[in-house]
């Protein structure tokens, strides 16, 4: 992603964005009703600004139309969130994400058009407890209701076999995407590659069918 970033609400989650964009070097508008929380932000973000995003006139003054990518990071005021949303939508904003507090929350930002929308604390221990729950499962990315992507550790038996002997693809409708070995991450794989001990497949399947490869390597 490129362009101009503005982060609204500067709490944990909103302040993580702007220090990781602008540890990158991009240009970060960071904004916040709290005066100490805007001032945390100075020396950090390329401007922080004092400002309730629930008025029009203090969007429009801030020239947040200019901006390719802003993100609502207000967490607990879900009516504030909305609103904020509501008016970058009107004010003809590229790009706007917006963290959910709730399933409601979540279905209104919905219907007023927000892009993306992050419910961090639930994602985060869906991923937690995917993993816990599993041995062999190291991560756990979750692209839809039924698609995901695993890190599957090889296990002693699936170990200095190619991808052909292993045929996921057949057996259980998985697609190994990339190989980690060690620090190394191979992503163009031919059939007869052989898998090591120690290996770390990254596999993307159906949920059922990834429940059921994981369930025959245990
Ligand atoms: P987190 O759960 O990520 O820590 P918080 O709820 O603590 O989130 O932080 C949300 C931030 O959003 C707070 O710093 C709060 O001051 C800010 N905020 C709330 N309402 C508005 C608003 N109308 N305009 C601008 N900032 C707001």
Redesign the pocket.
């Given at each position: 992603m490129n362009g101009e970033f503005a982060v609204?609400?500067?709490?944990?989650?909103?302040?993580?964005i702007v220090r990781e964009l602008s540890k990158n070097g991009y240009d970060v508008l960071a904004?916040?009703?709290?005066e100490e929380?805007v001032n945390e932000y100075m020396g950090i973000a390329t401007h922080s600004v004092i400002?309730?995003?629930?008025?029009e006139n203090v969007l429009k003054s801030l020239g947040i139309r200019n901006f390719d990518h802003v993100i609502v990071?207000?967490?607990?005021?879900i009516q504030?969130?909305i609103?904020?949303t509501l008016i970058l939508k009107e004010l003809g904003v590229q790009s706007i994400t917006v963290?959910a507090?709730n399933d409601y929350h979540e279905k209104v930002l919905r219907k007023i058009g927000a892009d993306f929308i992050v419910h961090?604390?639930r994602d985060m221990g869906v991923r937690i407890a995917n993993g816990l729950m599993s041995s062999n499962i190291l991560d756990y990315l979750d692209l839809s209701q039924e698609f995901s992507i695993v890190e599957i550790k090889v296990s002693d038996r699936m170990a200095n076999q190619t991808l052909i002997d292993l045929d996921l693809r057949s057996k259980y409708g998985a697609n190994v995407v990339a190989i980690k070995r060690g620090e190394n991450v191979m992503i163009s794989l031919q059939a007869d590659e052989l898998i090591e001990k120690g290996d770390y497949l990254v596999v993307i399947g159906e949920n059922d069918d990834l429940d059921r490869l994981e369930r025959a390597i245990h």
């Amino acid at each position: 992603m490129n362009g101009e970033f503005a982060v609204i609400g500067l709490g944990r989650f909103g302040g993580s964005i702007v220090r990781e964009l602008s540890k990158n070097g991009y240009d970060v508008l960071a904004i916040d009703s709290d005066e100490e929380r805007v001032n945390e932000y100075m020396g950090i973000a390329t401007h922080s600004v004092i400002a309730d995003t629930t008025d029009e006139n203090v969007l429009k003054s801030l020239g947040i139309r200019n901006f390719d990518h802003v993100i609502v990071a207000i967490g607990e005021n879900i009516q504030a969130s909305i609103l904020t949303t509501l008016i970058l939508k009107e004010l003809g904003v590229q790009s706007i994400t917006v963290k959910a507090t709730n399933d409601y929350h979540e279905k209104v930002l919905r219907k007023i058009g927000a892009d993306f929308i992050v419910h961090p604390e639930r994602d985060m221990g869906v991923r937690i407890a995917n993993g816990l729950m599993s041995s062999n499962i190291l991560d756990y990315l979750d692209l839809s209701q039924e698609f995901s992507i695993v890190e599957i550790k090889v296990s002693d038996r699936m170990a200095n076999q190619t991808l052909i002997d292993l045929d996921l693809r057949s057996k259980y409708g998985a697609n190994v995407v990339a190989i980690k070995r060690g620090e190394n991450v191979m992503i163009s794989l031919q059939a007869d590659e052989l898998i090591e001990k120690g290996d770390y497949l990254v596999v993307i399947g159906e949920n059922d069918d990834l429940d059921r490869l994981e369930r025959a390597i245990h």
